[in-house]
T-cell receptor, first 114, second 110 residues
Framework: DVKVTQSSRYLVKRTGEKVFLECVQDMDHENMFWYRQDPGLGLRLIYFSYDVKMKEKGDIPEGYSVSREKKERFSLILESASTNQTSMYLC?????????????FGEGSRLTVL | EDQVTQSPEALRLQEGESSSLNCSYTVSGLRGLFWYRQDPGKGPEFLFTLYSAGEEKEKERLKATLTKKESFLHITAPKPEDSATYLCAVQPGGYNKLIFGAGTRLAVHP
């Protein structure tokens, strides 16, 4: 079974802090994604990556950056956390570059920014 | 503008009471429509992919169908363990990203 592991399930940070969310997948998938999930808004794509050292902006990239130095690892960085970034963050991976909808998700990281 | 709308927002059923969840979409072309199940505090779990109108997929008590404008997730004789949020997502043609609906929260009571 594919496993996508997110390093932290729950985090509490202060406004202005730098935040790192780590994600590792163990099935050699090409594609990795970061979403945020907020009540009533559904999942919104922040960034995605089709290859090592490659990244593309999703629908809401402002305030975020990403890093993919190794194929299995995709990190989300909040350079200066703000209260409106309080959310559930979900990492996902998929194998098929053309059809990216069969995603395997991690358990999520719930971030609270005070 | 590409859009996905799920209804109802929440649904309460008695065990054994069959029903359907709706996912209506407006996209320029459709590469695929996807259903996911999400349990509280967990990430979504992939259920089905549908590619073209008329297609149907089944898994245990769940059956997904697709028309040109909407998809239905039919739940037959549900059990309490079917309680979850069900998410629908579409991938527009020529577009390597998904558009998710807000989900339907299903509660099945004994």
């Amino acid at each position: 079974d594919v496993k996508v592991t997110q390093s932290s399930r729950y985090l509490v940070k202060r406004t202005g802090e730098k935040v790192f969310l780590e994600c590792v997948q163990d099935m050699d998938h090409e594609n990795m994604f970061w979403y945020r999930q907020d009540p009533g808004l559904g999942l919104r794509l922040i960034y995605f990556s089709y290859d090592v050292k490659m990244k593309e902006k999703g629908d809401i990239p402002e305030g975020y950056s990403v890093s993919r130095e190794k194929k299995e690892r995709f990190s989300l960085i909040l350079e200066s956390a703000s209260t409106n970034q309080t959310s559930m963050y979900l990492c996902a991976s998929s194998q098929d570059r053309g059809l990216t909808g069969e995603l395997f998700f991690g358990e999520g990281s719930r971030l609270t920014v005070l | 503008e590409d859009q996905v709308t799920q209804s109802p927002e929440a649904l309460r059923l008695q065990e054994g009471e069959s029903s359907s969840l709706n996912c209506s979409y407006t996209v320029s072309g459709l590469r695929g429509l996807f259903w996911y199940r999400q349990d509280p505090g967990k990430g979504p779990e992939f259920l089905f992919t549908l590619y073209s109108a008329g297609e149907e997929k089944e898994k245990e008590r769940l059956k997904a169908t697709l028309t040109k404008k909407e998809s239905f997730l039919h739940i037959t004789a549900p059990k309490p363990e079917d309680s979850a949020t069900y998410l629908c997502a579409v991938q527009p043609g020529g577009y390597n990203k998904l558009i998710f609906g807000a989900g339907t929260r299903l509660a099945v009571h004994p």
